[in-house]
């Protein structure tokens, strides 16, 4: 006996299954991820590069020693040498809002394509936003 | 020395992944590496699973466990000893997803008599069924990066997962839980004197391998901070047919690509181990037939109809003189000879 | 005579010498250490004229203590070609040969492991013997990685492990209870032990059976005159016991069933107590049976050489049947029969279409669990007459016996047959205890000497073997003065009788139909007696004075043939 039935069920469902990304992604056009920029600010806090995979650390530490600590000001650490090092308040509402003014549009745009889901906004109120 | 052996060739496999990126060979890394070995795992599964089919199951040989379906008003133990398809279904689901058979196990201990020992030892089990569903966990986590929009089962994974918000990015326990059943796995195969002497280097290997992956998963993570999008670009565009090499990856890249090549490894060495266990517990015919060979009878492709037993006849010409004597009834008498001595 | 060493040396030899089961480490890994065939732990090889008239190859005199093997030229092609062959017909011994993963489960499941500290006794490892050759001849990384593949070549080495190994595995499955993947090394061991027939290296303890089966009809070769005589002697003994006169019908056409069982029970102790039993059950309830000279083995030894010889040994059964025009089979206490019976018979030799859907013709309880066989085992037809109340019993006939129960491996793992017997034994016997939940049911330990290796020269790997057996039935032996072990399978009774006599002094073996024969009530019967069925005097009473009239059975042979007792 071969139970070629059920061997050959098991093979597709077995195919189907481990292709299933494949299938899920199926007709869907890959598009690259546009962010909004913000209008008038050409620098970011620390350098951009640092920022896409640091950013997250940043505010966690910004939030632990703001809150906790008072210390609200913060001075680029991440710049090359030689690079004008500007203070800023440690503050997501006043500094990464004040240029990234809309969530949607920035903040949500990565996370929502990593699937990630930040507690900022357990606490914080999101900003109103005009689409 | 297996271990040996199988220690160098995952750093091996690190080392050239990370030669490899230094010099820039992204679209081989990051794109042709992993199709390939996309291809070679379904091509090899599907082939080995064909290829093992391809032999019959002459016998149904179920081990039975429990007590057969007989009389009515015996306990018939549907799960340890199934005569129905679906009895069969319930035992096999539950040997897949629960390892019942390892559930089992014992531990044997001779002391002074001599007395043998048995007690119950379940860490096998145990670490067994902690490392399959971790890794499984693991495997549909990942679909955040492998799907654009992430499918909702992954938030709820994700939520379960990380449900200790501890670190950024948020802590994942099925990462600690890995690498500790992975080394525990290992250890008890250097520590457990019976289970070191059967031990191959295919036994270490993919141990090691698979803690190198998740080694390297949890580097790039937590420590090394790999920008996620750039990730996402890349894999997702594998699985949509639309590969790109992001330039965004950070400085960290590599890290990402060695642990992409890794997995890529296990991929394309898995249809060529042991590995295979996994479809292959879906085929042993002592644990996937019913047992119900007398209700029903089982067809044996090559049974052979010109094996045939010493015929009564043959017997009967043997012995005939004999039967005779003690009364017994004969399809032929003795013949004249033998009447004339009356 | 080989010297089989005493239970003290045995013991010392497991708890004092290095031993991997309590956790020494062998310094040499198992490839690089050979076999060492030492007098005790080896069968002797099939004699030249057996094997002859079976037409198997390499007939010679040879044992495999010999340095050379006088193995033809070309043998290993032959093996190998035989393994490839093997692989295309057997799912299991492919699939088994692929996906061990060697965790190391069933490592200390195996009973001649237990007993031995054996590495090459771990289930695991005894497959291994035969997967490294897997490896190493048929697979791409094997061939040319060898040993970091864990592969090699086949060689008389290996050869010669096989053989040691392969005939230290009874087919039990008991590590295929305990494998996440069911990896059952009989089904390796019957591979192994095909391969070894195609190039002679034959045991002759299987072989010499076999030859006798095929043409006399059971093991010992006893021709049709001394197999009805030791009936009749049997039945002889029975109307002095008991003073019930039975007539046994041989060979009778259009009985309604055919009884097989295995020739062990018609000749040899304590087997013949079961025979008297069975015997005693079908005058009890006037069945309408024939035993036959011609079918007059239940056991088959052909099982434990290749599939082909099975199915030649076991398509007596259906010939006879066929030839008699009975209704249906009812199969005796025997392990490995019944594992070829429920497993391999019906595939084999079937299908059984000029049988009827057997019925007890007692009770009219239709066994539809064998509806394709049309093969009963008595233990399931005996408990159907024990639930309808169809047989008068006195249980207190037993009360010399405390009895506890070991599963025969076959029966309990091959067919699932756990219950039906302890049914049975529970009403005829008063005492009785099981022995520990690991050694029993599902879990239970072979007698160790199974699969044809019930051999005298055997005895010491026997009595390893038999170990963890023995060591449970100690066990009730001291907490619940158990005197008796009883059992559905002829080779236990056999096996297990010098297994306790070795390891637990003072207990006894016995089949299941024993104490039912013992439990009877007859009308006319001979009661209040002394005898039970081993002519032993377990019962308070004296015989009166010689008085030979008394003692005439006529008043007793009334054919008291009603079925409901």
Known sequence: MYNKKAVLAGVVAFIILMTAPFWLNAGREHKKLELEKPQFEKECVEPIKWMRAGHMQLLDNWRNEAVRESKRDYTSEHFKAGHDNKKFKKSLTLTCLDCHKNKKKFCDKCHTYAGVKPYCWECHVAPEEKI | ?342 | MVKTPKPKELTENLLEKPNLLRGDQPKQSWMETPVEFKPGTYCHAAKPKVLEGLGFPNPREWQPGDDDWQLPDGWEETILKGFQERLKKFRSFKLYMDICVRCGACADKCHFFLGSGDPKNMPVLRAELVRSIYRGEFKTAGKILGSIAGGRKMTIGVLKEWFMYFHQCTQCRRCSVFCPYGIDTAEITMMAREMMSLVGANINWIMEPVSNCNRTGNHLGLQPHAFVSSIRSLCEDIEEITGVSIDVPFNKKGAEILFITPSADAFAMPGIYTMMGYLLLFKHIGLDYTMSTYASEGGNFGSFTNNETMKMLNAKMYAEAKRLGVKWILGGECGHMWRVVHQYMDTMNGPADFLELPKSPITGTVFSNAASTKMVHIAEFTADLIKHGKLKLDPSRNDHWHTTWHDSCNTARGMGLLEEPRYVLQNVVNKFHEMPENTIREQTFCCGSGTGLNTDEFMEVRMKGGLPRANAVKYVMEKHDVNLLSCVCAIDRATLSSLVQYWVPGMEVSGLHELVGNALVFEGEKWPRAMDLREDEPYDYEEPEEEPEAEAPAEATEEGGEGDV
């Open chain 2, 1 to 342: 020395m297996s271990m040996l052996v199988s220690l160098i060739a995952v750093f091996g496999l690190v080392a050239v992944s990370y030669m490899m990126e230094l010099v820039g060979l992204h679209t081989v890394l990051g794109i042709i590496i992993p199709y390939t070995a996309v291809l070679v795992f379904l091509g090899g599964f599907t082939y080995r699973i064909i290829d093992w089919a391809r032999s019959p199951v002459p016998f149904k040989i179920p081990t039975t466990c429990g007590q057969q379906e007989s009389l009515s008003w015996i306990k018939h133990n549907k799960l340890e000893s199934p005569s129905t398809t679906g009895q069969v279904m319930a035992r096999m689901f539950l040997e897949v997803f629960f390892f019942r058979s390892l559930f089992r196990n014992t531990k044997t201990d001779a002391t002074e008599g001599p007395r043998l020992l048995y007690t119950s030892d379940k860490f096998l089990w145990l670490g067994g069924i902690v490392f399959h569903w971790t890794f499984l966990v693991i495997v549909l986590r990942h679909f955040r990066l492998f799907v654009e929009p992430v499918p909702g089962f992954v938030h709820l994974l994700e939520s379960v997962d990380g449900f200790i918000q501890l670190t950024l990015p948020t802590f994942y326990m099925t990462d600690m839980v890995i690498v500790l059943v992975v080394t525990y796995l290992f250890i008890r195969r250097v520590v457990i004197p019976q289970v070191k002497y059967i031990s191959l280097a295919a036994d270490f290997f993919p141990l090691l391998l698979i803690l190198a992956i998740a080694l390297t998963g949890i580097l790039m993570r937590y420590i090394l901070k790999v920008n996620i999008v750039g990730v996402k670009e890349l894999v997702h565009g594998l699985f949509a047919l639309s590969p790109v090499i992001p330039d965004n990856l950070g400085s960290t890249a590599y890290i990402f690509y060695i642990h992409l090549f890794l997995v890529s490894s296990l991929l394309v060495y898995f249809p060529f181990s042991k590995l295979m266990h996994m479809g292959g517990v879906f085929m042993s015919p002592t644990r996937n037939l019913p047992n119900d060979s007398r209700k029903h009878r089982h067809i044996n492709p090559w049974n052979d109809p010109n094996i045939k037993p010493h015929s009564y006849e043959a017997y009967e010409d043997d012995f005939r003189k004999v039967m005779k004597s003690v009364g017994l009834p004969l399809e032929k008498d003795v013949d004249g000879e033998e009447e004339g001595e009356k």
